[in-house]
């Protein structure tokens, strides 16, 4: 498989913890944010979405918190389990001249049982 | 709903060699995104289409090409590779441009 993320960022988590991966994005006109989950071997997963006029937005286990002050962005996974084991990483969408994704290099979480 | 399909899975090719990868969105989205990710980059964004139009292409050099098909599939290529081509490229489509990415699992180029 791929060697995607050989020298990342790692938070290591036990498993039942909770889990916050933080993202700090790059332009203040970004309006459109994803999170996306990786594991080895296959593409990147879609998680959870939040427009840049909103704060926060739940999903099942997931929650995602954005501070449009500072920009950043931060993922939580509730009660991690070993499956959430995987590459997590941040997307953001501006405009320039026409609209663009711009990609973090993401954090690697391990889940310790 | 069938996900996004990536063909071949693998490739090892040559310095100097061609490439044609392959992609199939998602039933019904008409935009396919090319990404090239690689450990020390992360992804990079090579160019998006939409009704088999380029929208927007990432700065990479002219050895690097795309196009897309009535039916949405689209093609991507590489000409005259190099070592720095090895790279996992990734495939995205979303119904319309700018909308939410669904990614394919990715075609790992090796170029020895």
């Known amino acids: 498989g791929e060697s995607v993320g050989l020298h990342l960022p790692t938070l290591s988590v036990q498993e039942g913890d909770n889990s916050i991966i933080n993202c700090a994005y790059s332009?203040?006109?970004?309006?459109?944010f994803i999170w996306y989950k990786q594991e080895s071997g296959k593409g990147p997963q879609f998680i959870i979405d939040?427009?840049?006029?909103?704060d926060k937005r739940q999903g099942q286990r997931v929650t995602v918190l954005l501070n449009k002050t500072v920009k950043h962005l931060s993922l939580q996974i509730a009660a991690t389990q070993p499956g959430d084991s995987a590459v997590y990483f941040c997307?953001?969408?501006?405009?320039?001249?026409?609209?663009?994704?711009?990609f973090g290099t993401g954090t690697r979480l391990k889940v310790l049982a | 709903k069938a996900g996004v399909t990536q063909t071949p899975r693998y490739l090892i090719k040559t310095r100097g060699q061609q490439v044609t990868l392959s992609c199939s969105p998602i039933?019904?989205?008409?935009?396919v995104s090319w990404y090239q990710q690689t450990p020390g980059q992360g992804l990079q964004f090579l160019f998006e289409?939409?009704?088999?139009?380029?929208?927007n292409k990432g700065n990479f050099p002219g050895r690097f090409s795309g196009r897309q098909f009535s039916n949405s599939r689209s093609e991507m290529n590489v000409s005259t590779l190099e070592l720095g081509d090895s790279a996992l490229y990734l495939c995205?489509?979303?119904?319309?441009?700018?909308?939410?990415?669904?990614f394919g699992s990715g075609t790992q180029l090796s170029v020895l």
């Open positions: 939040i427009r840049s006029n909103m």
């Open positions: 997307a953001e969408k501006f405009a320039s001249g026409t609209y663009k994704y711009i």
């Open positions: 332009n203040s006109a970004s309006d459109y």
């Open positions: 995205a489509s979303s119904q319309r441009p700018n909308e939410k990415l669904f």
């Open positions: 289409y939409f009704s088999e139009t380029q929208r």
């Open positions: 039933s019904g989205h008409r935009s």
